[in-house]
């Protein structure tokens, strides 16, 4: 069985930074394309970052590029998400999800995490 476990969300000011951490167990995180997902009260899910398995090109939303980085350490089994110039529009709940392939659609994603909130305030 795949666990995945977010955490790193807080509250933070518009314009700081948080990053997030998913922790894989069960098997390794090289195994996956790795997806960071968000939701947002009254929202989709909307896809924000991903990396596939063989941590070729990475991929983002328009919305983020330029301000999240998302990488992994397959030593730690973790997967990150480096979140620069926060504003209130970034805040949702943000999972982080484990694939075959690299996808931005949510259905495509075989294993979630619970989630962590991430707020930004104005």
């Known amino acids: 069985q795949v666990q995945l476990v977010e955490s790193g969300g807080g509250l933070v000011q518009a314009g700081g930074s948080l990053t997030l951490s998913c922790v894989t167990s069960?098997?390794?995180?090289?195994?996956?394309?790795m997806g960071w997902f968000r939701q947002a009260p009254g929202k989709k899910r909307e896809f924000v970052a991903g990396l596939p398995w063989n941590s070729g090109n990475t991929t983002y939303a328009d919305s983020v590029k330029g301000r999240f980085t998302i990488s992994r350490d397959s030593a730690k089994n973790t997967v990150y998400l480096q979140m620069n110039s926060l504003s209130p529009e970034d805040t949702a709940v943000y999972y982080c999800?484990?694939?075959?392939?690299?996808?931005?659609?949510?259905?495509?994603?075989?294993?979630w995490g619970q989630g962590t909130q991430v707020t930004v305030s104005s």
């Open positions: 069960g098997r390794t995180v090289d195994n996956f394309a």
């Open positions: 999800a484990a694939s075959t392939f690299l996808s931005r659609t949510p259905g495509r994603y075989d294993y």
